[in-house]
């Protein structure tokens, strides 16, 4: 049974940073393509950013680049979201999912496949 449960959000102050963590069950996340996707109360939801099967290369929404880092732990079959210079803008409920790919095992960053687990809250104020 394919399973994927995320972990790290919570309240912090404009500024501050968080790591979410995605830990697969079930399939190895090496193989396939990661994202983390997220979604505020009245707004689509957004692909924040994935990190690739083919060479593990990675895409960012251009709301987060610079400020976000995906990475991935083979070993913990661990997929995480560092998160800096967070906003009240970023505040959402994370979850992270399978991905679409191309014919070479790029992810689609705003486009989740299947899997995806149920989410983690991360909320930006004082």
């Known amino acids: 049974q394919l399973q994927l449960v995320e972990s790290g959000g919570g309240l912090v102050q404009p500024g501050g940073s968080l790591r979410l963590s995605c830990v697969a069950s079930?399939?190895?996340?090496?193989?396939?393509?990661i994202g983390w996707f997220r979604q505020a109360p009245g707004k689509e939801r957004e692909g924040v950013s994935c990190?690739?099967?083919?060479?593990?290369?990675?895409s960012y929404a251009r709301s987060v680049e610079g400020r976000f880092t995906i990475s991935r732990d083979n070993a913990k079959n661990t997929v995480y979201l560092h998160m800096d210079n967070l906003s009240p803008e970023d505040t959402a409920l994370y979850f992270c999912?399978?991905?679409?790919?191309?014919?070479?095992?790029?992810?689609?960053?705003?486009?989740?496949?299947?899997?995806r687990g149920q989410g983690t809250q991360v909320t930006v104020s004082l």
């Open positions: 999912g399978i991905t679409r790919v191309d014919d070479e095992g790029y992810c689609f960053r705003n486009e989740l496949h299947n899997y």
């Open positions: 079930g399939f190895t996340v090496e193989y396939y393509a």
């Open positions: 990190i690739s099967r083919a060479d593990g290369s990675t």
